[in-house]
């Protein structure tokens, strides 16, 4: 059996070896320029994960017991919180609303709230999805408009910040 440290980083090599596999369209959120009316749709999708992210964060955050985790996840909820405010804006911004999540988005939080060990959630959220996000992101740049870019690279900032705080804190939890 791998210890903690050992999965992480055999999780972070299995998740890169998978991410190059991919073809190219799989790789970027949005691999064509988006019309007005897409890019409205793509980003309700992006709001729906960010608050229902925000929301299963929170409650596996309650099934923690050490407190240096808990103090890295509390972060994580907020983050994920403000992108999905921040994305709203944008939304409303375009002339849309941010309608109603997809059952794929549902069942993927009912997935995450069944995991009760943090190997188990970050294995399926932090270490895989918000890796490949971030790389997405930036590929996804050249297809949205201006003022989306640029409210992406905000929030990448500041994700980049909480990333090296968690990389510090992960070196004293494990």
């Given amino acids: 059996m791998l210890d903690t ?10 998740n890169e070896e998978f991410y190059n596999k991919q073809q190219k369209w799989a790789k970027s959120y949005w ?4 019309s007005h009316e897409a890019l409205i749709i793509s980003l309700k999708t992006r709001f729906w994960n960010e608050l229902l992210g925000a929301e ?3 409650r596996f955050m309650l099934k923690l017991d050490n407190v240096n985790l808990k103090i890295l996840v509390g972060r994580q909820v907020g983050d994920e919180a403000k992108h999905s405010h921040y994305v709203k804006k944008r939304i409303e911004a375009l002339g849309g609303n941010i309608g109603e999540p997809l059952k794929e988005q549902l069942d993927y939080i009912e997935t995450l709230d069944r995991f009760d060990y943090p190997e188990q959630f970050f294995a399926a959220q932090q270490f895989t999805v918000e890796t490949q996000s971030i790389k997405r992101n930036k590929q996804a740049e050249d297809t949205i408009d201006k003022e ?8 990448q900032t500041k994700i980049d ?3 090296k705080e968690a990389d510090a804190l992960k070196k004293k939890v494990i």
């Fill in 31 to 34: 691999p064509d320029k988006l």
């Fill in 148 to 155: 989306t870019v640029e409210m992406f690279k905000k929030q």
């Fill in 161 to 163: 910040s909480f990333a």
């Fill in 5 to 14: 440290k050992e999965f992480i980083d055999q999780l972070g090599k299995d």
């Fill in 56 to 58: 299963a964060i929170a």
